[in-house]
């Protein structure tokens, strides 16, 4: 994906920073619990692989892959300095503020299916759903087997039908 100089392996990765930064804060979001800290996080790992390029011409096998672990590492990295106790999704706001009591309904009955589910879980299910990767690409993310991945990501699917079936 990147080419042999220094320039355009940084403009490669500026331009998949723009098309991919709304998933990327959305994926951190769901190991945060945080919005903002979810923003500072992606963006600390874009600067940390941009600095990488810039110094020495690094060139990464996977971009994707290797955007989504430095995400998840730097988010992890904001959970180690700050010590929260809180649960991966309690505190989360609806980002888009809407005021339609429809939409808020489906919100908090979407956040309380995601909140039943184990942290790895809701993980997968953000990087498929939402990130719209692929199990293969997942598998090098959570350094887990794509059949669990796989798995889980069902079981976890099916939480969430029912949490929300069941209202």
């Known amino acids: 994906m990147f080419g042999s100089s220094g320039k355009r392996n940084s403009a490669a990765v500026q331009d998949f920073y723009q098309r991919n930064k709304h998933k990327l804060v959305i994926y951190a979001w769901s190991i945060l619990g945080n919005y ?17 390029i810039d110094s020495n011409g690094f060139i990464p ?26 649960g991966l999704i309690h505190g989360m706001q609806l980002q ?5 009591p429809l939409i808020l ?42 059949r669990t991945i796989a798995t889980r990501y069902y079981r976890a699917i099916k939480v969430l039908k029912d949490k ?4």
């Open 105 to 146: 309904q489906m919100y908090n009955d979407l956040n309380s299916g995601l909140a039943q589910l184990i942290p790895d879980d809701c993980r997968i299910v953000v990087l498929k759903v939402i990130a719209g990767l692929s199990f293969r690409e997942i598998e090098k993310i959570m350094d887990m087997p794509k």
């Open 164 to 167: 929300l079936e069941s209202g």
């Open 36 to 52: 903002t800290d979810a923003e500072d996080a992606v963006h600390s790992a874009f600067t940390a692989v941009l600095s990488k």
């Open 61 to 86: 096998r996977d971009t994707g892959s290797y955007v989504y672990r430095s995400v998840h590492n730097r988010a992890v990295d904001i959970i180690r300095k700050r010590s929260r106790d809180m």
């Open 96 to 100: 888009a503020g809407s005021t339609d």
